[in-house]
T-cell receptor, first 115, second 113 residues
Framework: EAGVTQFPSHSVIEKGQTVTLRCDPI?????LYWYRRVMGKEIKFLLH????????ESGMPNNRFLAERTGGTYSTLKVQPAELEDSGVYFC?????????????FGAGTRLSVL | KQEVTQIPAALSVPEGENLVLNCSFT??????LQWFRQDPGKGLTSLLL?????REQTSGRLNASLDKSSGRSTLYIAASQPGDSATYLC????????????FGKGTRLHILP
């Protein structure tokens, strides 16, 4: 069974450009989460989808960030326009909606470098 | 507001030693607590998950404990090996089982051959 996959693994862009990150969750997982880690800080929650609906987007830093999950399968996170402080590693995770277990499985992350 | 703290930030120990990584959290109302491992350039690998009703979990040479009343968890690694070198992250999930995970900054562990 394939795990959570993220693309690209690394992106280098200039300030002001647009970047779109993609996450493919484990098949059948309704819950999809985005997290990010900026240098020197802990991994922080960005938002949570249940199928195609945003359950919690309290962690989104500002309106330059737009997350979508059309059809409830893969998700994209767009940063437009990118700023220097957006550099970091963006992780995606997915989980099933089970009562007994709700383990989040993480992807390898996308390392974003804004120059 | 839940905050998760990990001490120390970095640790180097000789191969073969037993070691303990510490994690503390400010809000005892957690759904579960999880220990992850992260290798450079790789994703997060879940090592152990302790439900709020449990006190410890074991997997091979790893043992994680949970004391909700004191807001602490420890990850014990027995007979450390160079392959254990990685960053270890502690994370707490709030009482809603679908809620977000709050991470600590991690402990960078280096096992000296």
């Amino acid at each position: 069974e394939a795990g959570v996959t993220q693309f690209p693994s690394h992106s280098v862009i200039e300030k002001g450009q647009t970047v779109t990150l993609r996450c493919d969750p484990i098949s059948g997982h309704d819950n999809l989460y985005w997290y990010r880690r900026v240098m020197g800080k802990e991994i922080k929650f960005l938002l949570h989808f249940v199928k195609e609906s945003k359950q919690d987007e309290s962690g989104m830093p500002n309106n330059r960030f737009l997350a979508e999950r059309t059809g409830g399968t893969y998700s994209t996170l767009k940063v437009q326009p990118a700023e220097l402080e957006d550099s970091g590693v963006y992780f995606c995770a997915s989980s099933q909606d089970l009562v007994a277990k709700n383990i989040q499985y993480f992807g390898a992350g996308t390392r974003l470098s804004v120059l | 507001k839940q905050e998760v703290t990990q001490i120390p930030a970095a640790l180097s120990v000789p191969e073969g030693e037993n070691l303990v990584l510490n994690c503390s959290f400010t809000d005892s109302a957690i759904y579960n607590l999880q220990w992850f491992r992260q290798d450079p350039g790789k994703g997060l690998t879940s090592l152990l998950l302790i439900q709020s009703s449990q006190r410890e979990q074991t997997s091979g040479r790893l043992n994680a404990s949970l004391d909700k009343s004191s807001g602490r968890s420890t990850l014990y690694i027995a007979a450390s090996q160079p392959g254990d070198s990685a960053t270890y992250l502690c994370a707490a999930k709030r009482v809603n089982r679908d809620d977000k995970i709050i991470f600590g900054k991690g402990t960078r562990l280096h096992i000296l051959p």
